[in-house]
């Protein structure tokens, strides 16, 4: 490698396990645009011909260089590169000091100590940029020392005032100023100290940098006659071979790539600048040079953890804990190509979590405490935890506030400005006695193919999006977040988050908005959740923590086992040997609950529960059979007839399922097109008209299923289908048709059920809009409008109200309604309340009893 640095870069491509080509090197200040064009053909043609002895003075050099500068020949040193010049300067200048204003290039130092030469250092302060401080240098002069400066700096790339500089070196004319300009030319409209003719002030040079030819050591001075001919007489003779000699002297005459570079580089640096004060816990420093010295804050992994990372992922960075005034916090990057800079900054967007905004905007002195629970796997407990932990946190006097950055389920609720948000985040909410707060859920994900999703922040709508298009989205969602976040946890004493899915998982990580990244940025230490009951947890736990980084698993607190059935003492020995392998203890073993009494997050237990799964006694009993959809949404509208004892719940999903029903319930869908097909392909459709056509059952459509009972559903948007599709036809059960509108419907709403003639209560989410012909309204909202249809003999009805039967009083209505029907007599008064607060309590208290509160609050930094 004529043109590169080839043992070194070898030796960190074997650090990295990989080929040098496959080593991205951030660690070398070298010229991303590469060698001048022709100079391979320079180099090329020198070592094919015969190979002269080097011209001894370098003569054609030094009268390049010159003439650049407007000085004279017997001015210009080359040497075998800068550090060869800056080890032989202590003693061509023959000082007994050097003061060198810290952090800086460490030869400085090191070339000093080896001849003799007592270094004291200046220490530099980086809430100023590293800017020399001029008046500590001057009270450290006495006239029989050299000061050394980079101009600009290495590391931090920062200028100092030649103004400052040269006012010193005129008061103080026996002390030499050694000014080293090894990456000046990357500075545009930089001009050399040099050309100020100091006596007592040298410039180093170095051309390697530059002009990327760092296999090609070739460095020189600007001096005064009399220091150049001391320095050169420092040297050995040939230290400048043929081959440098002809490359310097052809780069001095290349303008128009040194004027390209200064633009490139400087677009690149303020890119890369930019991209990197925008990752959590990194503090850049504006830099003019073709590199950028960053700061790492304390709470998160150091910089050579963060290197090892990275070199284990082929990028290389040079952690600059060596340097002195610097720490294991600092590292510093070269600026490289608009792709390597790129993938720079995804590794560290996947380290460190994704960039939103600007770090200094970002970050709060004073973040509130907060928690955070993640799980293994989906389904673990994680809302069910989360809703107990804020229960637990209100009854010790804290106010307590939920949230959960991303959540995808057809589950969701309407607030009272008319938000949408998830259902689990709803129960949170009231976990710690708050109205519903779309800020608790920033961003909702309600699925309506298996690769697309209407995506709602904020509780509006923005738009439908497959996988691709909502990664492409994801940075402007996190910003939406974490402003939601920042606002909602300005108002609570303490946060309590939840994650989504697991955060090991490999191939979401690099665009995660929900898991780590959420808990970096709300600083939160992280409860890692399994779920025993599905085996495997203590593995589940090994295997996550060994798939996080280590800034990640530097996050993570410990453990909660959850769900167990059985004797917590036989599980000892797993929680111990999890805690040698991962160095983290267990908090607690939840028991498995049954009949929580909470609505659930999401469709999984709904679609894993078996045909019927509450039994009513023989004969005294009605059946209510709820159809399950593919895209069923808002589930939990059945959560209420659960604790009804004279109700046997049955989940319907095939049409033999349907026989001996008393009442068929269709539910939401979010997409209803599909969901119709489905029902028809299955044979429910046929089954349910036959019921129907009989009069063997009452049939209640919400939402998606009014809809469904309807004579055509059309949606000329494409909101839930392919564009130009031709309206589907319902079920004909009543005589209404509905059209999807790009306008979602969200409101809460005070009703009446005009059959019983009972105020309800409840709330919509629909783009459809139905019209009815001439058919009565089966509900109709207080300010008139109906928000149902009925058949005229009351046994078909179809409403956009969800929450219709948390209504206590309407469903024993409804229920009583059937066992007349059935030949039962009503029971007339209320049989059960649904009320979720008793059930909050019960929870909290047993999630209480069986986790180290006082620990995990330790954790919070709250006691």
């Known amino acids: 490698m004529v043109f590169g640095h080839g043992g070194f870069v070898s030796a960190l491509a074997d650090a990295a396990g990989c080929g040098v080509g496959d080593l991205v090197d951030f660690s070398a200040n070298i010229n991303p645009l590469g060698p001048p064009e022709g100079l391979r053909t320079l180099v090329a043609a020198h070592l094919g011909g015969v190979v002269h002895y080097p011209d001894p003075t370098c003569r054609a050099l030094r009268a390049a260089i010159a003439g650049q500068f407007g000085v004279a020949p017997a001015q210009v040193v080359p040497g075998n590169g800068s550090t060869e010049l800056i080890y ?10 050097a003061v060198i204003p810290v952090p800086s290039y460490s030869d400085y130092a090191v070339a000093a100590e080896r001849a003799g030469v007592a270094v004291e250092t200046v220490p530099l302060d980086f809430g100023r940029g590293f800017a020399v401080d001029w008046d500590a240098v001057a009270n450290r002069l006495r006239g029989d020392e050299m000061v050394v400066v980079g101009q600009p700096s290495n590391p931090a790339g920062t200028l100092c005032d030649p103004t400052a500089l040269l006012d010193l070196a005129d008061r103080y004319p026996r002390s030499w100023f050694v000014v080293d300009e090894a990456f000046a030319d990357f500075v545009p409209g930089y001009g050399s100290m040099a050309v100020y003719g100091r006596p007592n002030v040298v410039v180093l040079r170095s051309m390697t940098k530059f002009y990327a030819i760092p296999g090609i050591r070739l460095g020189y001075t600007l001096s005064d006659e009399a220091v150049a001919r001391q320095l050169a007489g420092q040297l050995p003779p040939w230290s400048v071979g043929t081959l440098a000699q002809a490359v310097g002297t052809a780069m001095v005459a290349e303008d128009a790539y040194g004027a390209r570079t200064r633009v490139e580089v400087t677009r690149l640096r303020q890119a890369l600048y930019e991209g990197l004060a925008a990752l959590p816990g990194l503090h850049p420093l504006p830099s003019v040079a073709n590199y950028i010295l960053v700061r790492m804050a304390p709470a998160d992994m150091d910089a050579r953890d963060l290197a090892r990372v990275l070199l284990m992922r082929h990028v290389a960075i040079r952690v600059c804990d060596n340097y002195a005034g610097l720490d294991r916090h600092f590292f510093r990057v070269a600026v490289r190509t608009a792709e390597e800079n790129a993938r720079l900054l995804g590794l560290l967007s996947e380290v460190l979590g994704p960039a939103d905004r600007p770090a200094t905007a970002r970050r709060r002195p004073q973040p509130t405490p907060a928690v955070m629970f993640q799980g293994v796997s989906s389904n673990a407990g994680k809302s069910v935890l989360t809703a107990a932990f804020c229960r637990i946190l209100l009854q010790d006097g804290y106010r307590v506030a939920p949230f959960k950055a991303q959540n995808m389920s057809l589950n969701s609720f309407v607030t009272r400005d008319g938000g949408e948000m998830g259902r689990a985040q709803v129960v ?47 940075p402007r969602a996190f910003a939406a977040v974490c402003d939601a976040y920042d606002a909602l946890a300005a108002e609570a004493d303490v946060m309590v988050l939840e994650g989504a899915g697991s955060p090991a998982e490999v191939n979401l990580k690099h665009h995660d908005i929900v898991n780590m990244a959420m808990a970096r940025h709300a600083r939160a230490p992280v409860l890692l959740v399994g779920d025993i009951d599905r085996g495997g947890v203590f593995a589940s736990f090994v295997g996550t923590m060994e798939l996080l980084n280590e800034a990640e698993r530097h996050m993570m607190v410990g453990f909660v086992i959850n769900r167990f059935r059985g004797k917590q003492a036989l599980l000892g020995d797993a929680m111990d040997h999890t805690a040698r392998h991962t160095g983290l203890p267990t908090f607690g073993v939840v028991p498995y609950i049954p009949d929580l009494g909470l609505p659930e997050e999401d469709s999984v237990s709904f679609k894993s529960e078996s045909q019927a799964t509450v039994k009513a006694a023989d004969g005294h009993g009605v059946i209510i059979a709820v159809v399950d959809l593919p895209h069923i949404s808002n589930f939990t509208d059945i959560d209420p007839l659960r604790i009804e004892p004279d109700v046997n719940l049955r989940i319907v999903r095939t049409a033999a ?11 939401g869908s979010k997409n209803v097109l599909g969901d119709m097909d ?132 309407f469903r024993r209505w409804f229920i009583d309604d059937l066992r007349r029907r059935r030949g039962l007599a009503p029971l007339g008064a209320v049989q059960a309340r649904y009320d979720i607060e008793p059930a909050l309590d019960r929870l909290a208290a047993i999630v209480r009893a069986n986790l180290d509160v006082a620990a995990i609050y330790r954790c919070m930094g709250l006691r």
């Open 88 to 97: 032989a300067l202590p003693g061509a200048l023959g000082v007994r000091r």
């Open 428 to 474: 949170q909410a009231r976990a710690c006695r708050l109205d519903p707060d779309v800020r608790m859920n920033p961003v909702l994900l309600k699925p309506n193919s298996e690769t697309g999703s209407q995506v709602i922040v904020l509780g509006r709508p923005v738009g439908n999006m497959d996988v691709d298009r909502y990664i492409d989205y994801k």
């Open 678 to 809: 489905h029902l028809h392909a299955n044979g429910v459709a046929r089954r349910v008209l036959e019921l129907a056509r009989a009069g063997a059952a009452t049939i209640v459509g919400i939402c998606g299923g009014l809809q469904m009972l309807g004579d055509a559903i059309g949606d000329p948007l494409a909101i839930e289908s392919t564009a130009g599709a031709a309206p589907v036809p319902g079920l004909g059960l009543l005589a209404v048709r509905t059209v999807l509108a790009s306008e979602k419907t969200l409101r809460l709403v005070q009703a009446r059920h005009a059959a019983s003639g009972l105020s309800i209560q409840g709330y919509e989410i629909h783009h459809g809009q139905t019209a009815g012909d001439g058919l009565p309204p089966a509900v109709v909202r207080d300010d008139g409008a109906p928000v149902g249809f009925a058949s005229t003999d009351g046994r078909i009805f179809g409403t956009y109200l969800h929450g219709l039967f948390d209504n206590d009083a």
């Open 657 to 667: 399922d349907l026989d001996a029903a008393d009442a068929v319930i269709l539910p």
